[in-house]
């Protein structure tokens, strides 16, 4: 079964260090999704991708992070600096092809712990 | 401002029973929608969707109705097993555009 996979799994740190999540979309998808799951907002979309080239990142505080697709089987999604209020659960997705409704399918998230 | 809602955040039901989760949104623009589940430590997978120009779709044992007029989905589930004891979000799309928008979850127990 093709699976999303996300590195790390777990990432704890200190206020102020830089951070980066990697993403490894299914072979052959196009589209490439951000989200961050909090208790109170549950999942919201940061940024999404379409053949490498970012579509939309309104959902993403733009003064400390970005995201990148250096390569069709990388997505990379940094924040510096990091602060505790940053701490989530950030999961990356991929679709299979142009409809955007089709299902997205997720990795298991990166678990980010900001002290 | 949150457009797609699930105002139950848990559920209990007992194993053989249905289990109804619901969801409303705001957002007339949404057309098509979508349920997932989420097991801890994992990511979602997708459920069963439905387009706003069906009111019903069924899969197996589970089955989302649609209430444009009420802007009101909701996932039946029948029988429930205990495997079913997951988070559950609704997402909806509006068709023109692209961004994902899902509610907050409901936490479904099954219990024995």
């Known amino acids: 079964d093709a699976r999303v996979t996300q590195t790390p799994r777990h990432k704890v740190t200190e206020m102020g260090q830089e951070v980066t999540m990697r993403c490894q979309p299914i072979?052959?998808?196009?589209?490439v999704f951000w989200y961050r799951q909090t208790m109170m907002q549950g999942l919201e979309l940061l940024a999404y991708?379409?053949?490498?080239?970012?579509?939309?990142d309104s959902g993403m505080p733009k003064d400390r992070f970005s995201a990148e697709m250096p390569d069709a089987t990388l997505a990379t999604l940094k924040i510096q600096p990091s602060e505790p209020r940053d701490s989530a659960v950030y999961f990356c997705a991929s679709g299979p092809g142009a409809l955007d409704n089709q299902p997205q399918h997720f990795g298991d998230g990166t678990r980010l712990s900001i002290l | 401002d949150q457009q797609v809602k699930q105002n139950s955040p848990s559920l209990s039901v007992q194993e053989g029973r249905i289990s109804i989760l619901n969801c409303d949104y705001t957002n007339s623009m949404f057309d098509y929608f979508l349920w997932y589940k989420k097991y801890p430590a994992e990511g979602p997978t997708f459920l069963i969707s439905?387009?706003?120009?069906?009111d019903k779709n069924e899969d197996g044992r589970f089955t989302v109705f649609l209430n444009k007029s009420a802007k009101h989905l909701s996932l039946h589930i029948v029988p429930s097993q205990p495997g079913d004891s997951a988070v559950y979000f609704c997402?909806?799309?509006?068709?023109?555009?692209?961004?994902?928008?899902f509610g907050t979850g409901t936490r479904l127990q099954v219990t024995l």
């Open positions: 997402a909806a799309i509006p068709g023109t555009a692209s961004k994902l928008t």
């Open positions: 991708f379409r053949n490498r080239a970012p579509l939309d």
């Open positions: 439905i387009s706003s120009i069906k």
């Open positions: 072979l052959g998808h196009n589209t």
